[in-house]
């Protein structure tokens, strides 16, 4: 009787200590404890001994059954997993990625297995969920997703509301372009719609922590933060009302499946935020690319010259814009098959490429989904007339597309997202995505891809008052948030003072112009489109366009300098052996910074900066042997130091 007592304790001991399972970084400072409660999963993490996630629950409701509750542990199995790769359309080239995982096995009341795995490198952490099949059922639907973070109660937020489902214009919301709060109390947040990924929150005195999803393809729906609700923040599906009501909230996956991966970066200060790379340290490559694609700059008409330059006349001056420039590309925009027609279009595209210059295209993907009339309408929308419209743009040369309008995140969504993509690359052709949502990994995903808008970006600049105020607030967050898990096309480095066409009365551009130089650096897309207009060839310093020609689209490495979001950010990052370091300002007054930078320790740079009036200008300055620059930014100004 004594033996047995004691063999039941110990094995008692044994499974409460399994239930109970901590994986830690290589380094041993991030750590993720998983384990049950009273039958429910739930996962906390700590970093240097700190509390920066509490208990938050995991799991998910099927139509197969509940793994969210009443359930019961099988077996935890670590590892290890490490990789090296390259990838030149993110922030860094050369990538080495070495986490310990941890697979935690579990069933449900119905005797159903699910499994958790978990992946921890020195500052991130990465898990999905992993269904096997279930006897003979081969599919189910996930509907709902039990996830949630609870962060201690000090902490605050920067998050960016998910807009209302077929609102805005023609309909065409959600497409990512909310403003941000920051540093708000964790209860402010109560947004009906939820918060978009990735969201950034300050826990108190302890450090940070970014919170995303990546590896989202056709096989599964987007998802992103609730509203602040008992405590925590949990994923959410998206709204019913998308794509004007239909298609499911949930994901139809196949089994076996998985789940994207949800992602946490944590620091004690914002450099592993910055430069974090877990976005494509965990997903592959879904297919070979069909050819080499080349990354760059273009210029682009209509964001300061509207509809009304979907012309023959006006595109031949930003064809000559863009060679005067030595940009790879212009961006023909909305309308041009109305008012310049296929016909002239192969006049006009011969141009562009006897002058150098290669071409993207814009087209709606819309054709049933929302309002939006702007045409090419109904070419990119079903796979048959997607790949007769394809078939004429390989022929034409054109070596990309700009595809817009999607307005919502679910599978359904996904599924035209990557049925493009995949199409886009058949034909040699390059991607841009605009009123779209976050990618997710898709920079390493989809070899073609390279970028999508998702923010406010420059057009909400010639269209709200409000967005022109808060263009250095915003401009200070995106390297922190938005920018800092996925490429961002911004369409920005805006030179005209006024910005519309006369470049005269109304829509002031509040920042100067070595603000809007510093975005280019700042902002990270491997192809960018410029608002530079003719006129500013000649109306603005010569320096300022020598600066723009040869500015790069694509970084080797990225590193964090300084800055607070919401107030000022300063980054380096480095083309080759050639680094540019870049900042702006947000706040009220010039702000005096001591930049530690080794990698010009001793060495005679550049400085683009701002005097006092806000009038910018470019000199010579010699940074000491200790690597310590002082610098002064003016209130909605910037500046950038060039090797």
């Avoid at 099949?133 to 201690?152: L, S």
């Avoid at 995303?212 to 599906?237: K, W």
């Avoid at 929302?370 to 796979?383: G, R, Y």
């Avoid at 967005?467 to 920005?492: C, K, Q, W």
């Amino acid at each position: 009787m004594r033996v047995t007592l004691l063999l039941f304790c110990l094995l008692t001991s044994i499974i409460t200590h399994a239930q109970d399972t901590i994986v830690s970084s290589p380094d041993g400072n991030l750590k993720v404890r998983v384990s049950l409660q009273n039958g429910k999963p739930v996962f906390n993490v700590i970093y240097k001994e700190k509390t920066f996630l509490e208990d938050s629950p995991l799991g998910l409701i099927t139509n197969e059954g509940d793994f969210s509750s009443q359930m019961t542990y099988v077996e935890s199995i670590p590892g290890k997993t490490e990789k090296e790769y390259s990838q030149e359309k993110i922030k860094q080239s050369l990538i080495t990625y070495s986490a310990n995982t941890l697979q935690y096995k579990l069933k449900n009341a119905d005797d159903k297995g699910i499994s958790i795995l978990f992946q921890v490198s020195d500052h991130d952490i990465a898990f999905r969920y992993e269904l096997p099949n279930w006897g003979y059922t081969r599919a189910c639907v996930v509907e709902k997703e039990a996830t949630g973070f609870r962060f201690p109660e000090s902490t605050t937020t920067f998050l960016s509301p998910m807009m209302d489902p077929m609102t805005g214009f023609a309909r065409t919301a959600p497409s990512y372009e909310s403003g941000y709060t920051a540093d708000a109390p964790m209860p402010t947040n109560t947004s009906k719609e939820g918060y978009v990924f990735p969201g950034l929150f300050h826990v108190g005195d302890k450090g940070w922590v970014l919170v995303s999803e990546t590896g989202v393809s056709s096989l599964y729906t987007a998802s992103h933060l609730s509203n602040y609700s008992n405590g925590l923040f949990t994923v959410d599906y998206p709204s019913q009302a998308q794509n004007n009501g239909f298609g499911s909230r949930g994901a139809q996956i196949g089994l076996p499946g998985v789940t994207p991966w949800r992602t946490l970066t944590v620091g004690e200060s914002l450099k592993p935020i910055v430069e974090t790379t877990i976005p494509f340290d965990v997903v592959e490559p879904l297919y070979e690319p069909s050819q080499d694609f080349a990354y760059g700059k273009g210029t682009w008409s209509w964001i300061i010259w509207q509809d009304p330059s979907m012309n023959y006349e006006d595109q031949v001056k930003f064809i000559d814009l863009a060679a005067d420039l030595n940009f790879e590309y212009i961006l023909i925009d909305a309308w041009w098959d109305r008012n310049i027609g296929y016909e002239r279009m192969e006049d006009l595209i011969a141009y562009a490429q006897s002058k150098e210059v290669d071409v993207f295209l814009w087209y709606n993907s819309n054709g049933s989904v929302n309002d939006a009339p702007l045409s090419p309408l109904n070419k990119m929308n079903t796979s048959i007339a997607r790949k007769k419209e394809m078939q004429w743009i390989k022929k034409m040369g054109i070596k990309g597309l700009k595809v817009d309008f999607f307005g919502g995140d679910k599978q359904e969504t996904m599924r035209l997202y990557e049925s493009i993509l995949s199409d886009a690359n058949d034909y040699g052709l390059m991607v841009i995505f605009h009123g779209a949502t976050l990618p997710r990994g898709w920079e390493r995903m989809y070899p073609n891809f390279v970028g999508s808008e998702a923010v406010l970006a420059s057009e909400m600049l010639i269209f709200f008052q409000e967005t022109r105020d808060n263009e250095a607030f915003y401009a200070s967050l995106h390297p922190f948030i938005r920018n800092s898990v996925a490429s961002m096309e911004f369409g920005g480095v805006l030179l005209n003072k006024y910005l519309n066409k006369g470049n005269k009365e109304n829509q002031e551009r509040l920042t100067t112009d070595a603000f809007q130089l510093a975005t280019s650096v700042l902002f990270q897309n491997p192809v960018q489109m410029f608002a530079i207009t003719p006129n500013n060839l000649t109306d603005v310093p010569k320096f300022e366009i020598d600066f723009i020609k040869k500015v790069p689209t694509t970084w080797d490495e990225t590193l964090f300098i300084d800055g607070y979001p919401g107030k000022y950010s300063v980054l380096a990052r480095r083309h080759q052996e050639q680094w540019y370091i870049a900042g702006v300002n947000a706040e009220e007054n010039s702000k005096k910074l001591q930049l530690n930078l080794p990698m010009l320790a001793g060495k005679t740079i550049n400085l683009y900066n701002d005097n006092k009036d806000g009038e910018t200008y470019l000199k010579e300055v010699k940074v000491p042997k200790n690597g310590i620059l002082k610098v002064e930014v003016q209130s909605k100004g910037g500046f950038v130091l060039v090797e």
